[in-house]
């Protein structure tokens, strides 16, 4: 008899309940949502063409290579059901941009490793943090080479539009401007299964 992979294991058996369990054990706070219920603003794409952090035009998961607004819509919606994960982060103040940068990264590494421990899983998806895809420094978009990553980049939740505040509160999780606390929020959208 042929031996299945932990991955076909764990595709038979892994529970949306196995999912948030393994969420926490990571450090973050998780909830489920259908794709229908993500509020996706069009105005909030003004907020990558400002570029404020230096990667619209400059980075592969950042506009305009992502995808129109309309195209990021309909991606996100091609799935029917996303996990939003949230971490909290004690920085002492706003003024702080060494740990706020800091936590911005750390938060991303962390979904990037779960997004990659569900799909060894044999769960599809692709992730959504904060600011453009680290995996290169500096992105392949720079010099016009191809994505070294195309199937593992993170988006941001402002390139997709994603109305974070309102997203946060359909799925019970904390969220505010609290001094000295910053709120971070992510997404794992799932594909369909074909």
């Not at 259908?34 to 909030?44: C, E, G, L, R, Y």
């Not at 990558?48 to 998961?61: I, M, P, T």
């Amino acid at each position: 008899v042929a031996s299945r992979g932990l991955g076909d294991v764990y595709k038979r058996q892994m529970q949306d309940t196995d999912i948030l369990k393994l969420a926490g054990e990571m450090g973050f706070s998780a909830a489920f949502v259908d794709t229908k219920d993500v509020v996706q603003d069009p105005s909030f794409r003004k907020f990558c063409e400002d570029n404020l952090c230096g990667k619209y035009n400059a980075n592969y998961s950042c506009p305009p290579d992502c995808g129109t607004v309309e195209e990021v819509q309909a991606r996100l919606k091609a799935g029917k059901q996303a996990l939003v994960l949230q971490t909290i982060w004690e920085i002492g103040s706003y003024e702080n941009k060494q740990g706020i940068i800091e936590s911005k990264k750390a938060h991303n590494a962390a979904i990037l490793r779960f997004t990659q421990m569900l799909r060894q899983a044999g769960i599809q998806g692709f992730c959504l943090g904060y600011g453009g895809c680290p995996l290169c420094d500096p992105c392949k978009r720079i010099t016009n080479e191809p994505c070294a990553h195309p199937d593992k980049k993170i988006s941001c939740m402002s390139a997709y539009c994603i109305d974070v505040a309102k997203l946060a509160n359909r799925c019970g999780l904390q969220f505010g401007w609290i001094p000295g606390k910053l709120y971070l929020f992510g997404m794992i959208a799932y594909h369909e299964e074909k």
